[in-house]
């Protein structure tokens, strides 16, 4: 199990190693660096697994990912990982938003209240939004109810 080994590294590979593990503000790089550099300092995947604070497969994965593809491929940027498109919901969503969060949800999804995850799950369902967190969703209403304190869309 513990015959897996990062392979020997290039110059650039090991200066950018180096600087991804001194990394404070991403710790997923930092600690793929680790991994990577403890292997190629003969370290067992045991030894890696027990120091880093993970599983020896782990380890295995993280070294296999960067045998096949590089630093790139055990590089993490939250800003890669976020959906593509616009994140900004306009005035004519939020009143389509704020519309069906008024109308009486008997109508729609057969019961007496909404929640706030009902209300997702029906945004969602009928494609008025892609995604949406329950928090931003909470915060979107509460910011309509405040601007509009008689609760009419406008």
Not at 3 to 27: D, F, G, H, I
Request: with cysteine.
């Amino acid at each position: 199990m513990d015959k897996v080994v990062a392979r020997k590294l290039r110059p650039y590979e090991a200066q950018k190693l180096k600087s991804m593990k001194r990394q404070k503000t991403n710790s997923v790089n930092c600690l793929h660096a680790g991994t990577i550099l403890l292997s190629r300092s003969g370290c067992t995947n045991r030894q890696i697994a027990e120091q880093c604070g993970c599983t020896p497969t782990w380890v295995r994965k993280i070294i296999h990912r960067f045998n096949q593809g590089g630093i790139d491929a055990i590089c993490w940027y939250p800003y890669y990982c976020a959906r593509a498109g616009t994140r900004k919901f306009f005035a004519d969503l939020v009143e389509q938003i704020c519309e069906v969060a008024l109308s009486p949800p008997k109508r729609l999804i057969g019961m007496s209240v909404w929640s706030l995850e009902k209300l997702r799950e029906y945004l969602i369902s009928q494609k008025i939004v892609p995604s949406i967190s329950l928090e931003w969703l909470r915060q979107l209403l509460r910011r309509f109810s405040a601007t509009n304190p008689n609760g009419v869309c406008e």
